[in-house]
């Protein structure tokens, strides 16, 4: 405190903000709303025995899935959204060439494809209980980062098995486009 400045006495207003805030804010935002300095914010929250460390999430908003995701590209679109946009492609084409199947072979291959399967693999949700402020949220962010990568790995598992449809689909018509013919 500098010479001759007043000190301004905590009200129990302001310490009721600052334990409601401390975690949820940067110190700055608090120190700023209550009009004190960072130190005199700190201090009080000390004496309280109060962590303000605050987790600031590098996540970026994705407005196509609404959802807080790690990366976007330049359209604003993240992994999982270009993985659906993949996705829905490719089972276009799987759909396209189902039709040129004559229609006894389409519903044979319709039964076997019935049979194959994959599991989605979703992680659990962390225990948040008990924790301080900025060990929730950083439980929350690494849980939201962990259930992208698993959405991602299920979407690229469907792109893959849409593809081997389509090759498989493809080989019973005998007009695979990759393959050159023979003659």
């Not at 400045?5 to 209550?34: C, F, N």
Request: proline share 5%.
């Amino acid at each position: 405190m500098r010479r001759g400045a007043d000190r301004v006495e905590w009200t129990t207003g302001d310490v009721d903000y600052l334990i409601a805030s401390a975690g949820e804010m940067p110190l700055v935002e608090i120190a700023r709303t209550l009009r004190r300095s960072r130190s005199a914010v700190y201090s009080k929250a000390h004496e309280l025995g109060l962590s303000v460390r605050c987790y600031v999430s590098t996540m970026e908003w994705c407005d196509q899935c609404a959802t807080k995701r790690t990366e976007l590209d330049a359209d604003g679109r993240c992994p999982v959204c270009r993985l659906r946009a993949q996705l829905d492609a490719a089972e276009q084409r799987v759909a396209d060439a189902l039709e040129a199947l004559p229609p006894d072979v389409r519903e044979q291959y319709a039964a076997s494809e019935a049979l194959r399967y994959s599991r989605a693999t979703i992680p659990p949700r962390p225990t948040l209980a008990g924790l301080e402020p900025y060990e929730r949220h950083r439980a929350e962010d690494r849980h939201a980062r962990a259930v992208e990568a698993a959405e991602a790995a299920n979407l690229q598992r469907r792109v893959d098995a849409a593809k081997t449809r389509l090759k498989r689909i493809r080989e019973k018509t005998g007009a695979n486009p990759r393959k050159r013919p023979r003659g």
